[in-house]
């Protein structure tokens, strides 16, 4: 009462439900109800008990013929808890005969009081009667009702029989604008956070029509027992997202709900938000975002080809860190520089840098923290090149690598061959030459006396001068890389 038309497609999920209630052949009931679900309508209790048939019309303001799409309902499930007497948990699931193509509205969950508090502007639709007594409407009508508070309701039906439950009853009204009889079964629609409609009750009964004394009283769909009861009995796709960081695997799992025994049969999914459900299959897969941000990603449960059910939820991916090793470096062998992290990410969160300088991979374990370790090359031998890696982690534990080369260059030994000497002719001289080599490496020690004589390998050797003179004693170390140094000295040899 006091609606005004509804426009064609603004409420898709609205059906028109004809129901057959006498003995004679023929319906001879009008009732609304919701799409829930492709092949799911919800309605009232008290629109489907005692009932022996039912047709559905959905896709359609206008009721008078023709009307096309009609649906057969091959299932009802009226709520065990429903009381005639109360009309306490008056709510009923049909199954319709086929899918239908049209939008399902979404049922309000158990945690949405917020968006139904009273004075909250709810709105109502239906074919009911526009007034008291009257006709019924040929046309779709839509009106605002505002949500009345239980403690106000519950005064205004104090002296009624039944009471209205608070518990499983919620009102709506006020005095103008209400619905009225035909419009049972129908929607009362509350907008979410998200600013859509979504269902908070189905239109139950009232004492009379838009009467200022009494508000309209509506299945209370937010109470947690009527909730559960609707959320077991119709089919539905969610899912779990996984760790989302950009460039690495992010896993989905289906979380979809069908009340049928093996009720949904295969899974597909849009992980690239065109709108088509072709980028993975199966209930649980995954999918590796080049970028991070917001992205949409949609579920489609299958229960028979042609019959689904989706759903789109925004995953935000984490960008991962970029990170960088930096140039080649090289450290001489016994040698060590510090090594120099950078990396930056997306977010601007801080990183954490660990390196792995043991060269082995695959099995880099990063047991080096810090972004300026030192490399220290002690005992190694150069020439070599040695695999190197950095990883850099954000915060929310998404982490990047990247694998670096450090050239370890051979150094020549150090050569100390002694002082100066002076000695006599035709006597044994002794020399002995100190060499080391910040490597490994093993070293050779050649000596030449400068008289002619023939070079003469070893770290402590001995020598005859046959004449007087000055000589200049070289003695040459070479590492097993090729690395030599030369020393020299002087020895002055008297008769
Ligand atoms: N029981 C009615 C029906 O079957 C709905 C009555 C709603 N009454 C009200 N005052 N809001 O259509």
């Given at each position: 009462?006091?609606?005004?038309?509804?426009?064609?497609?603004?409420?898709?999920?609205?059906?028109?439900?004809?129901v057959d209630i006498d003995p004679t052949p023929g319906f001879d009931a009008e009732c609304g109800g919701t799409l829930v679900a492709s092949r799911w309508f919800l309605t009232a209790a008290h629109c489907v008990v005692g009932a022996s048939a039912f047709t559905v019309l959905l896709g359609d303001t206008d009721v008078t013929e023709p009307n096309t799409d009609w649906y057969g309902v091959v299932g009802a499930q009226v709520n065990s808890a429903y009381n005639e007497i109360s009309q306490q948990n008056d709510v009923a699931m049909?199954?319709?005969?086929?899918?239908?193509?049209?939008?399902?509205?979404?049922?309000?969950?158990?945690?949405?009081?917020?968006?139904?508090?009273?004075g909250t502007v709810a709105r109502i639709i239906?074919?009911?009667?526009?007034?008291?007594?009257?006709?019924?409407?040929?046309?779709?009508?839509?009106?605002?009702?505002?949500?009345?508070?239980?403690?106000?309701?519950?005064?205004?039906?104090?002296?009624?029989?039944?009471?209205?439950?608070?518990?499983?009853?919620?009102c709506a009204g006020d005095g103008v604008h209400d619905t009225c009889q035909g419009d049972s079964g129908g929607p009362l629609m509350v907008r979410d956070a998200a600013g859509n409609w979504v269902l908070a009750g189905i239109t139950s009964w009232?004492?009379?029509?838009a009467r200022p004394e009494f508000p309209g009283v509506y299945t209370r769909l937010g109470s947690p027992a009527l909730n559960a009861w609707v959320a077991a009995h119709y089919p539905r796709a969610s899912f779990?997202?996984?760790?989302?960081?950009?460039?690495?695997?992010?896993?989905?799992?289906?979380?979809?709900?069908?009340?049928?025994?093996?009720?949904?049969?295969?899974?597909?999914?849009d992980f690239n938000g065109d709108g088509v459900y072709r980028d993975g299959a199966g209930a649980t897969t995954s999918w590796v975002f080049a970028d991070g941000g917001p992205h949409t990603v949609g579920l489609e449960a299958f229960s028979a080809p042609g019959d689904s059910q989706f759903v789109r939820q925004v995953v935000n991916v984490n960008w991962s860190p970029m990170v960088?090793?930096?140039?080649?470096?090289?450290?001489?062998?016994?040698?060590?520089?510090?090594?120099?992290?950078?990396?930056?990410?997306?977010?601007?969160?801080?990183?954490?840098?660990?390196?792995?300088?043991?060269?082995?991979?695959?099995?880099?374990?990063?047991?080096?923290?810090?972004?300026?370790?030192?490399?220290s090359a002690a005992r190694f031998d150069g020439p070599a090149k040695r695999a190197i890696s950095l990883q850099a982690c954000d915060p929310v534990g998404a982490c990047s690598r990247d694998s670096g080369v450090v050239r370890i260059t051979n150094v020549r030994p150090r050569v100390n061959a002694g002082p100066n000497r002076r000695v006599k002719r035709g006597t044994k001289v002794r020399f002995r030459v100190r060499a080391s080599d910040p490597g490994p490496d093993r070293l050779t020690a050649t000596w030449r006396f400068g008289d002619r004589t023939r070079p003469v390998r070893?770290?402590?050797?001995?020598?005859?001068?046959?004449r007087s003179g000055r000589y200049k004693v070289k003695v040459r170390v070479v590492d097993d890389d090729k690395g030599a140094r030369t020393d020299t000295l002087i020895v002055r040899v008297k008769r």
């Open positions: 009462m006091g609606g005004t038309p509804a426009s064609p497609g603004e409420y898709p999920a609205q059906g028109w439900l004809l049909l199954k319709l005969s086929r899918p239908a193509p049209y939008q399902p509205l979404r049922v309000i969950g158990p945690n949405e009081s917020s968006s139904w508090a009273a239906g074919w009911g009667t526009t007034e008291e007594g009257g006709n019924t409407s040929d046309v779709l009508l839509k009106a605002d009702v505002p949500i009345v508070a239980d403690s106000s309701c519950a005064n205004a039906y104090a002296l009624h029989a039944p009471p209205v439950d608070p518990n499983t009853m919620v009232g004492e009379g029509c779990t997202v996984g760790a989302a960081n950009s460039g690495a695997p992010t896993n989905f799992t289906s979380t979809s709900f069908h009340p049928e025994p093996n009720g949904f049969v295969s899974f597909m999914w960088d090793a930096g140039p080649q470096r090289s450290v001489p062998e016994g040698g060590r520089i510090v090594l120099r992290a950078s990396g930056s990410d997306r977010e601007g969160q801080p990183l954490t840098y660990s390196w792995d300088l043991d060269g082995k991979p695959p099995e880099f374990d990063y047991k080096t923290p810090g972004p300026n370790p030192t490399y070893g770290f402590a050797v001995r020598h005859v001068f046959r």
